[in-house]
């Protein structure tokens, strides 16, 4: 590819930050890559390995310390407001302002650019056709699902027609119906309107659609190339491996991350990655017993894994060990939810649901964006009171003794609740003592997150300056402290990387296996596989339920024989939507 066929050419860039302690933080360590123009192009990479500084410095929004930079032939550290004029950058966090309607907005952002109205006329009717938001010019910002609202953001991101589309995470705690809404827009940028597009994505089947990744890791460029070239990689290494009768996946596939590179459940089995080719996956001594092994082609997930393993140091998988352990399965049910109401004034955001979980089992609540899942949580955690229904938890009834519920509980929000001035120590100090911790019992604990989650490091970085996947692990350590019987995660790996999210639910199956039980949302449809039993939501009902095999069963068609979580979440909302029209378009 020639300079001038680039629509980014970075030649060593590097970009550095001081940190609190006066201590330097390397974001871009020598970076060097090209982004085709008329091409999507993705960034892949571990959290924390640069991509976001990356696409700051393309927008003209951080100056590089160090390298060149080129977007669309121009200097941008020389001329940042001419690479401004002709690009359009959608942050993480899109500034919309909630209070105003989705028409209100994407006036606001046409001023701000200097949209004139015959370029409105003309631009308009096509953003609310590509967007599907016709509908909604009139409803509050504030009032739409995520997935609309991540609509929304691209398309005053698009008010103007930009040379070059920067898209960060643009699908981060989207559910799967909204992401594919989503990168149809974005494929038909690129292929009808022949827009360039630079983006950074979580989702590694995301980027296997793209022409062209990028894949950073702590600041430095591991591969550029083809996705298929990556994947590539791992030929002759990949295979589907069907448990032996009695052993769940989940098990399985906690205990092959000991030996393999990579390992994770699917579709009732677990998918591995080997060391080499020449080392068949019979000899591992944990397969012994396995129903069957198989040859699987290689995906780009397999090739990102074996290259992190093969380029970098990683940390070992670890499992956690709980202290006090429950008290043992019994006949009753641990959660037990019937009927379960929540209303805001005529607005119903929880339909008369009913599940139950068991001690020591991990169940799954799924949904898109507004289904009501996290409303659920919060009245399961006596953090919000029912309208109707009964709610028992670990034989409380919340609603007559929420206090003492909350008492047995843990929770891990979406967005972490952890005290950004305060050290990773100070944060564990505040939350035991909250939890009602004192003299040794205190400190023992705290010594055994600080052990467990390996944050000894970084005891004394403030919580605001700690990577996504130590937040991740302080938040939940936080939550473990007073040792609860039950575990409730509000989309805890919500832009995780695939490697952080094995990590992470290493520490679930553990905790799991000891007799907690955990209750968890996700938009990684491939974490449902982890779980015993499942449930998908939408418009505050449940529209299916069952184990993960029961619900994969439920997207069987004509055209998908063997049926994915992605397809049969797809497929049961969409029926549903179907038959409930007007419910859909609340939605």
């Not at 606001?108 to 409105?120: C, W």
């Not at 590509?130 to 609309?148: D, E, Q, Y």
């Not at 449902?528 to 418009?539: F, L, N, R």
């Amino acid at each position: 590819m020639s300079a001038a066929a680039a629509a980014v050419d970075a030649k060593d860039l590097r970009r550095e930050f001081v940190g609190e302690g006066k201590f330097t933080v390397r974001a871009l360590d020598g970076v060097t890559l090209r982004a085709a123009r008329g091409a999507l192009t993705a960034l892949v990479g571990a959290d924390g390995a640069g991509k976001t500084t990356l696409m700051r410095c393309i927008a003209g929004l951080l100056r590089p310390n160090g390298g060149s930079l080129r977007v669309l032939d121009i200097d941008v550290a020389a001329h940042p407001q001419q690479v401004q004029d002709r690009i359009s950058y959608m942050p993480q966090r899109f500034g919309l302002y909630e209070d105003l309607s989705v028409q209100e907005n994407l006036d606001l952002y046409a001023d701000l650019h200097g949209v004139s109205a015959r370029e409105r006329a003309e631009r308009y009717p096509r953003l609310m056709d590509m967007t599907a938001l016709g509908p909604f010019k009139s409803r509050l910002a504030g009032k739409l699902s995520g997935g609309m609202k991540q609509k929304l953001g691209l398309a005053c991101t698009l008010v103007r027609s930009p040379e070059l589309l920067l898209l960060d995470e643009p699908t981060v705690g989207v559910d799967p119906l909204s992401r594919r809404e989503l990168w149809e827009i974005v494929h038909n940028l690129v292929a009808v309107e022949h827009l360039t597009v630079l983006l950074s994505t979580a989702y590694l089947e995301e980027a296997e659609r793209c022409a062209h990744i990028i894949m950073l890791h702590q600041g430095r460029v591991l591969y550029e190339g083809p996705p298929a070239d990556l994947a590539a990689r791992a030929r002759g290494r990949s295979f589907i491996v069907t448990p032996s009768a009695g052993e769940s996946p989940r098990t399985l596939q906690a205990r092959l991350l000991d030996q393999v590179i990579d390992a994770v459940p699917e579709g009732g089995r677990v998918r591995i990655v080997t060391h080499g080719a020449e080392k068949l996956p019979a000899t591992q001594p944990s397969l012994t017993g396995a129903r069957q092994i198989e040859a699987v082609a290689p995906r780009l997930e397999d090739g990102f894994m074996l290259l992190i393993q093969e380029r970098t140091t990683v940390e070992q998988p670890k499992g956690i060990t709980v202290e006090h352990r429950p008290a043992s399965p019994g006949g009753e049910a641990e959660i037990d939810v019937r009927g379960l109401v929540k209303k805001f004034g005529a607005f119903t955001a929880v339909d008369h649901i009913d599940f139950e979980v068991h001690r020591g089992e991990i169940f799954g609540l799924l949904g898109p964006n507004g289904a009501g899942k996290t409303t659920t949580f919060r009245m399961l955690c006596g953090l919000l009171v029912p309208s109707a229904g009964e709610l028992w938890v670990a034989g409380q009834d919340v609603r007559g003794a929420p206090a003492a519920a909350r008492g047995r509980l843990g929770y891990v929000a979406q967005k972490f609740s952890l005290y950004g001035p305060l050290s990773v120590l100070e944060n564990l100090e505040f939350f035991a003592s909250a939890y009602g911790l004192r003299g040794e019992r205190r400190r023992n604990r705290i010594s055994w997150a600080m052990d467990q989650f390996d944050l000894a490091e970084h005891a004394r970085t403030t919580s605001s300056e700690l990577p996504g996947g130590y937040k991740q692990r302080l938040a939940m350590a936080a939550a473990l402290l007073h040792e609860p019987e039950i575990l409730f995660l509000d989309e805890p790996t919500s832009g995780a990387d695939p490697r952080a999210r094995r990590l992470f639910w290493r520490r679930i199956t553990a905790l799991a296996e000891q007799g907690v039980t955990i209750i968890v949302t996700t938009h990684f449809m491939q974490e449902a596989e982890y779980c015993d039993g499942v449930a998908i939501m939408d418009s505050g009902r449940i529209l299916a339920q069952g184990t993960p095999a029961q619900i994969r069963a439920l997207g069987h068609s004509a055209a998908v024989a063997a049926p994915t979580m992605d397809d049969a979440f797809i497929a049961v909302v969409e029926r549903a939507r179907r038959e409930r029209p007007m419910d859909a378009a609340a939605a």
